[in-house]
């Protein structure tokens, strides 16, 4: 088995995908049609031609088992360690709901929208590609559903709002340019005091367009995601409080906290799970654990000493379908 296993199949073939040239191809060579065809036929089949001289079927599969055997077969072995712990979790796919998400993202990352046209375009068989990226998806789905957050960790998490006014950066006094923007600021901040729509105040005047257009909802952050003063004060706060203005590097703020992590709904509980087992790299854990449990021998290949912790940065590449 290669160092590690983080990095699955479709990580591989999207950044191979994604960069580089894009050689043309005849659109009507339907590549899936003719490796269906010629598997069916006998191994003296003739499968390619050069100068006259050719190439048969069985000389490819030849080939093919000498130069990538052992790495074909560790592939392999790969994607039924992952697919055993995923029946051992209950865990399986829906192809509309789990796997096409994840082609049209590919797709739209190669600015492509045809997934035939994509597998021409760089080289890569539609049997690997949907292997690849059904491995990667089905390995997330596991791993999710098996990362626990606890209490605490939802404690960390805040959800709030805010309305920015900031700096006018055509304004060569700079002195002047933080007095006007504090004038307008305690103005704002007057209306929040008279009970005006915090929400409805934030999408009229805040200068950050991202939250604005949400009412001035930052979403969900824990520590270490906002500058300090922002994260000190929001998180000072206590549900349904706002704060007075106060000066960050961006401008003159008013936060208002919305919600704390352990008190939010069931969906939006769900919500922060993703963001935390994110930062946790909860898929890499989980992938060395399965590495370090399963029992996997490769009679191709020499044995290799499992290891506890991230040995390397190489990328097994997407397991051929069956």
């Known amino acids: 088995m290669r160092k590690t296993l983080i990095a699955l199949a479709l990580a591989a073939v999207t950044a191979l995908c994604v960069g580089g040239m894009k050689p043309a191809y005849a659109a009507e060579f339907n590549q899936q049609a003719e490796l269906e065809k010629f598997w069916k036929m006998p191994d003296d089949t003739v499968v390619g031609k050069v100068n006259g001289k050719t190439v048969t079927k069985g000389e490819l599969m030849k080939t093919l088992w000498f130069w990538n055997g052992p790495t074909v077969l560790t592939e392999m072995l790969t994607r039924t360690m992952i697919d055993d712990a995923a029946e051992k979790a209950g865990v399986t796919l829906d192809y509309g709901k789990d796997v096409q998400p994840k082609i049209d993202e590919t797709l739209a990352k190669a600015k492509m929208t045809d997934l035939d046209s994509f597998c021409a375009t760089y080289k890569i068989t539609k049997n690997r590609f949907l292997a690849g990226t059904k491995m990667s ?49 305690d103005a704002i901040y007057a209306k929040v005091k008279a009970g005006e729509n915090f929400a409805l105040l934030a999408g009229q005047n805040s200068d950050d367009p991202g939250s604005a257009k949400n009412g001035g909802s930052l979403g969900w952050f824990t520590h270490g995601e906002m500058v300090p003063e922002f994260e000190k004060t929001a998180f000072e706060l206590k549900v349904g409080e706002y704060s007075e203005p106060f000066k960050t590097q961006y401008g003159y703020h008013i936060v208002k906290l919305d919600a704390i992590g352990k008190d939010a709904t069931p969906a939006e509980k769900e919500s922060i799970r993703n963001q935390v087992a994110e930062r946790s790299m909860y898929l890499q854990q989980w992938l060395m654990g399965v590495q370090s449990a399963a029992d996997m021998q490769n009679y191709l290949a020499a044995p290799v000493v499992k290891k506890t912790v991230p040995g390397g940065d190489d990328m097994p590449p997407a397991p051929p379908a069956n």
């Open 137 to 185: 998806v089905l390995a997330e789905k596991v791993a999710r559903k098996q990362y626990a957050v606890t209490d605490d960790q939802l404690a960390q998490y805040v959800k709030a709002s805010h309305i920015l006014v900031k700096f006018d950066s055509a304004e060569k006094d700079k002195e002047k340019a933080e007095a006007d923007a504090k004038a307008k600021i």
